[in-house]
C-alpha cells in the first residue's frame, strides 16, 4: 500500500466520507507497522466539494480531461509569441471547452447523488483554468487528487509572461530570443498556434462526444424506466388474469363433477329401465 494509492482511493469517496475512510487507513497503516505512511495518510486534507467534483470528472472522462490539460503547454507558448488578437480567440476556445467540463462535472455530481451549485461548478471551471497554467495543479486534476479549488488569471494578452526555462532552471536572455530571424520565430508562432487549435479542437469534439453519449444513455434509461413500468403493469394484470383464471377453473371442476354425477346417475337409470323392458 503506497500513498499514492491510499490518496487515489480517499479522493474518490464524497467529502462526507473523507474523515472515516482517511481514519480507516490510518489504522490499517499503523497496524501494518508503517508509522510513516500512516502519518502522511493522516495528513492528506479532506476535499472541498468542488475539488472532489474535479475528481469525479478525471475518473469519469479521463480522456477528454488530459485532453484539455495537453493545451497548457501550447498556452503557455502562445501566451509567450502570439498578438493579443489571436491569444483572445484561442482563450475564447479554450473557455468554451472549460465551460463544457464543468456542466459535464455538475452532470456527474448529481448522477452520484451530491448535486452542487453553480458557484461551485464555476469554481470547478477555475481550477481546470488554473491547471492548463500550474504543472502541480494539472497533475492533481490528472490524478484525481485535489484537495481543494485552484484559480489562476494569467492566460491572455494582460496577463504575465510564462516563459519556459532551460536544463539549469534560467530563463533564455533576450538576446538569445533576438538572435532567432525574425521569420523563423513567426513560422515558429503560427505552428505553435496551429497545434494548439488541433488539440484543443479535439478536446472540444471528445466534450461533445461524450455529451451526446451522455445525453443518448439518459434517453435509454428513460425508455427501459417506462418499459420497467409498463412491464410491471403487465405482471400486475397477468397476476390478476390468472387469479381469475384460478377461480374459474376450480368453478368448472366442480361443475365437471356435478355432471358426472349426474351422467353417473343417468347411465344408472337407463340400465334399470332396459331390465324392466327384458323382463
Known amino acids: 500500500m503506497t500513498l499514492e494509492d491510499v490518496a487515489g482511493e480517499l479522493y474518490a469517496v464524497q467529502p462526507t466520507e473523507f474523515v472515516a475512510a482517511r481514519a480507516a487507513r490510518v489504522a490499517e497503516a499503523k497496524e501494518a507497522g508503517d508509522k510513516e505512511l500512516a502519518s502522511a495518510i493522516g495528513r492528506l486534507r479532506k476535499p472541498t466539494v468542488t475539488a472532489w467534483a474535479v475528481?469525479?470528472?478525471?475518473?469519469?472522462?479521463?480522456?477528454d480531461v488530459d485532453a484539455l490539460l495537453r493545451l497548457g503547454d501550447a498556452l503557455r507558448t502562445a501566451q509567450r509569441k502570439l498578438s493579443g488578437d489571436q491569444l483572445r480567440t484561442l482563450t475564447t476556445?479554450?473557455?468554451?471547452v472549460v465551460n463544457a467540463l464543468a456542466r459535464r462535472a455538475g452532470v456527474l455530481a448529481g448522477e452520484a447523488g451530491k448535486p452542487v451549485s453553480e458557484s461551485v461548478l464555476r469554481e470547478v471551471g477555475q481550477t481546470l483554468t488554473a491547471a492548463l497554467a500550474d504543472p502541480e495543479v494539472a497533475e492533481q486534476v490528472r490524478t484525481g487528487t485535489l484537495a481543494t479549488a485552484a484559480s489562476y488569471e494569467g492566460f491572455g494578452p494582460a496577463g504575465p509572461a510564462l516563459v519556459a526555462v532551460d536544463g539549469k532552471g534560467s530563463a533564455p536572455s533576450k538576446k538569445k530570443a533576438r538572435e532567432k530571424p525574425e521569420k523563423q520565430r513567426d513560422e515558429e508562432a503560427e505552428q505553435e498556434l496551429e497545434d494548439a487549435r488541433a488539440t484543443l479542437e479535439s478536446a472540444a469534439a471528445a466534450v461533445d462526444s461524450a455529451q451526446r453519449e451522455a445525453d443518448e444513455t439518459a434517453v435509454r434509461r428513460t425508455e427501459i424506466e417506462d418499459r420497467i413500468t409498463g412491464l410491471r403493469a403487465e405482471?400486475?394484470?397477468?397476476?390478476?388474469e390468472k387469479q381469475f383464471a384460478r377461480t374459474a377453473e376450480r368453478g368448472a371442476q366442480e361443475q365437471l363433477r356435478a355432471a358426472q354425477r349426474q351422467l353417473d346417475r343417468a347411465q344408472r337409470w337407463v340400465r334399470r329401465a332396459e331390465e324392466r323392458v327384458r323382463d
Do not use: F, I, T
Open 235 to 240: 405482471l400486475e394484470h397477468a397476476e390478476q
Open 55 to 63: 475528481n469525479l470528472l478525471a475518473r469519469s472522462v479521463p480522456d
Open 93 to 96: 476556445q479554450r473557455q468554451q
